[in-house]
């Protein structure tokens, strides 16, 4: 091997290393920053939700340190302009405001309140579980924006994904639903 190309191969994985070195921030902040959160906002005092630009702190984070901005707010396009004064909402607690995270904690330990069964952790990929609305309507929690949750989650219970399933159909197909116990007393 010549003097020359043991140069260039030196700072080949000198140039390699430092990219690995600086993309884990990157990788790292942008995991942290993905996702909508739920902030109060320093002008209304009200919830709402907001996205992260995850991509650019990312990018941020491989050049020297990440910078937030949003992507997505609730009360844009109307008030887009704003200072984005949330940031430090997020800076200070990152993972307590993420949505995911309100919703999985609320669910956790809780019980289904048809079945009784307990509603196992949240996962992306499956059926979303439900909740029982003070007008007895099973709604999915996605169905709501994310800024309702905190207010459907203090007047709603938990119900799972079949219970969900079972009662929406009860209720759009009433005539299609056998009740077996008003059966059992119309037949006495
Ligand atoms: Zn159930």
């Known amino acids: 091997m010549t003097v020359t190309a043991l140069v260039v191969l030196i700072v080949v994985v000198l140039a390699v290393?430092?990219?690995v070195?600086?993309?884990i921030p990157g990788v790292r902040a942008y995991f942290q920053f993905r996702g909508k959160r739920l902030i109060t906002c320093p002008e209304n005092h009200q919830t709402e939700t907001v996205e992260v630009a995850a991509g650019e702190a990312a990018?941020?984070?491989f050049l020297s340190e990440p910078t937030l901005r949003l992507k997505e707010c609730s009360r844009w396009p109307i008030k887009q302009d704003c200072g984005?004064?949330?940031l430090q909402q997020i800076e200070i607690d990152p993972a307590n405001c993420l949505v995911w995270n309100i919703v999985s904690k609320?669910?956790?330990?809780k019980s289904c309140v048809f079945c009784h069964k307990q509603i196992g952790p949240l996962h992306h990929m499956d059926h979303a579980p439900a909740v029982l609305t003070p007008e007895n309507k099973t709604e999915e929690?996605?169905?709501f924006r994310p800024e309702q949750l905190p207010?459907?989650?203090a007047t709603c219970r938990p119900v799972c994904w079949n219970c969900h399933v079972t009662e929406s159909f009860r209720r759009l197909h009433p005539e299609l639903v056998t009740n077996r116990e008003l059966?059992?007393?119309r037949i006495r």
């Open 183 to 185: 059966e059992a007393k």
């Open 151 to 153: 207010e459907v989650f």
């Open 141 to 143: 929690w996605r169905d």
């Open 21 to 23: 070195f600086r993309a």
């Open 17 to 19: 290393g430092l990219f």
């Open 84 to 86: 984005q004064e949330c």
């Open 59 to 61: 990018v941020g984070a």
């Open 106 to 109: 609320w669910y956790e330990g």
